[in-house]
């Protein structure tokens, strides 16, 4: 397997949009929770997008009280994304933002 840097491939930009939350300790319901998302870079506060999406995840995770993984993070993820809409409709210098997770 080869590695490689960041600098090797595609563009490097000047502000990392990039947001990771880990948790090896139980959180709500589930036995550990590892999220990462990537701001949409070339788009309006994709750095915001990223670290919103992974806080309302996080928040979203800890008071589901299912017991489906399946069920709760996706539920999370769609409560991510709703909010991540709202905050860009609520401000114009965000219009546009997104994020991968």
Partial sequence: MKSFSLTDVGQVRSQN???????EQPIGNLPNLFVLADGMGGHNAGDFASRCAVSVIEASVKKDMSF???KIIRHAIETANEQVGIQAELDPGKSGMGTTL
């Fill in 17 to 23: 949009q990039d947001y990771v939350y880990a948790s």
């Fill in 68 to 70: 489906n993984p399946i």
